[in-house]
């Protein structure tokens, strides 16, 4: 048993270093096919990084989802806090903030040039108002629930929430993962053609050889299997270029684009994938990799028999 494993331990290293030397037979070659696989990959998984940051920029905007309620003018303290302690009560509402007729003209005050004007107003214009952090729910008609609710609360002027662009922005956020798929469904395919076309030419080239092998009784496992850890060096080396490429370019925007965030105040930055994500991606392209090299190396050996 021991000596059998020890045979195969063997002759996958032998292949190991074989389909190594089938990509140093022809750099230039190998290089101009890896480059084009790279390329090829960092593609999608350029769109995937955009839309993990999407996702993420997402998370940071979450204030950004709030409910304004807006209150009567000249409601009393014990009113306004009647009101307040009904809206925390409201199923949905995971916070609840009040601020105050007097915060609210106080924060007025505060803001550049507002003050002279502040005092020509015989009252105070302000009303009281209440920010609400809605629970996060991923069913559709949560969010308006929630303001329909709100708007029947007593003493209420009006609710506030700008849900459309946050709407819009899902939106997208769908799209861009739907295209993501697709391309890189679309593109592992071209990957496969890459690979498969690059193996075809190299068994070609040693048909001689091929054909010699099997005349001495090598069985097609034995020969395939070199050209099957080449097709699996392709999909890694194509898959570890790419991740080169795309931090590359996560690097060049991030630099182009640090000043402009920082001259509009915005704390956004770029991430790149993360570790499960690489792993991920590094075994998808040694899959594909590899079935571009079963699905030449399949054909290709079934039409070479040797001479006798």
């Given at each position: 048993?021991?000596?059998?494993?020890?045979?195969?331990?063997?002759?996958?290293?032998?292949?190991?270093?074989?389909?190594?030397?089938?990509?140093?037979?022809?750099?230039?070659?190998?290089?101009?096919?890896?480059?084009?696989?790279?390329?090829?990959?960092?593609?999608?998984?350029?769109?995937?990084?955009?839309?993990?940051?999407?996702?993420q920029w997402t998370h940071s905007w979450k204030n950004n989802n709030?409910?304004?309620?807006?209150?009567?003018?000249?409601?009393?303290?014990?009113?306004?806090?009647?009101?307040?302690?009904?809206?925390?009560?409201?199923?949905g509402v995971a916070q609840a903030h009040l601020i105050t007729a007097?915060?609210?003209?106080?924060?007025?005050?505060?803001?550049?040039?507002?003050?002279?004007?502040?005092t020509l107003l015989p009252e105070n214009p302000i009303p009281a108002?209440?920010?609400?952090?809605?629970?996060?729910?991923?069913?559709?008609?949560?969010?308006?629930?929630?303001?329909?609710?709100?708007?029947?609360?007593?003493?209420?002027?009006?609710?506030?929430?700008?849900?459309?662009?946050?709407?819009?922005?899902?939106?997208?956020?769908?799209?861009?993962?739907?295209?993501?798929?697709?391309?890189?469904?679309?593109?592992?395919?071209?990957?496969?053609?890459?690979?498969?076309?690059?193996?075809?030419?190299?068994?070609?080239?040693?048909?001689?050889?091929?054909?010699?092998?099997?005349?001495?009784?090598?069985?097609?496992?034995?020969?395939?299997?070199?050209?099957?850890?080449?097709?699996?060096?392709?999909?890694?080396?194509?898959?570890?270029?790419?991740?080169?490429?795309?931090?590359?370019?996560?690097?060049?925007?991030?630099?182009?684009?640090?000043?402009?965030?920082?001259?509009?105040?915005?704390?956004?930055?770029?991430?790149?994938?993360?570790?499960?994500?690489?792993?991920?991606?590094?075994?998808?392209?040694?899959?594909?990799?590899?079935?571009?090299?079963?699905?030449?190396?399949?054909?290709?050996?079934?039409?070479?028999?040797?001479?006798?």
């Amino acid at each position: 048993m021991l000596s059998v494993i020890q045979r195969h331990k063997v002759l996958h290293l032998q292949a190991f270093r074989s389909g190594l030397g089938l990509l140093g037979r022809h750099p230039a070659s190998a290089l101009m096919t890896l480059s084009v696989i790279a390329m090829a990959l960092a593609l999608p998984a350029l769109l995937w990084v955009f839309s993990n940051n999407m996702s993420q920029w997402t998370h940071s905007w979450k204030n950004n989802n709030q409910i304004v309620l807006y209150l009567q003018p000249a409601l009393s303290d014990d009113q306004v806090d009647a009101v307040f302690k009904r809206v925390k009560e409201t199923p949905g509402v995971a916070q609840a903030h009040l601020i105050t007729a007097m915060e609210g003209l106080a924060e007025l005050t505060a803001q550049e040039g507002m003050q002279e004007v502040v005092t020509l107003l015989p009252e105070n214009p302000i009303p009281a108002l209440i920010e609400i952090t809605p629970i996060e729910s991923k069913e559709p008609d949560h969010f308006e629930s929630l303001m329909q609710a709100l708007n029947t609360i007593n003493d209420v002027d009006k609710v506030s929430a700008d849900r459309a662009w946050i709407e819009r922005w899902h939106a997208l956020l769908h799209f861009v993962d739907q295209l993501t798929l697709l391309l890189g469904v679309v593109l592992a395919m071209v990957v496969i053609l890459i690979i498969n076309n690059a193996l075809r030419f190299a068994i070609q080239s040693r048909q001689d050889e091929i054909q010699v092998l099997k005349w001495v009784g090598a069985t097609d496992a034995f020969v395939a299997r070199p050209f099957l850890y080449s097709g699996v060096f392709y999909g890694i080396l194509g898959g570890v270029l790419a991740l080169l490429l795309v931090y590359m370019f996560i690097y060049l925007v991030s630099w182009a684009f640090n000043p402009l965030l920082v001259l509009y105040s915005m704390a956004l930055s770029i991430s790149g994938l993360s570790l499960k994500q690489t792993l991920l991606l590094l075994v998808f392209v040694t899959i594909i990799g590899w079935l571009g090299a079963y699905l030449s190396v399949r054909k290709q050996l079934a039409s070479i028999e040797p001479e006798l």
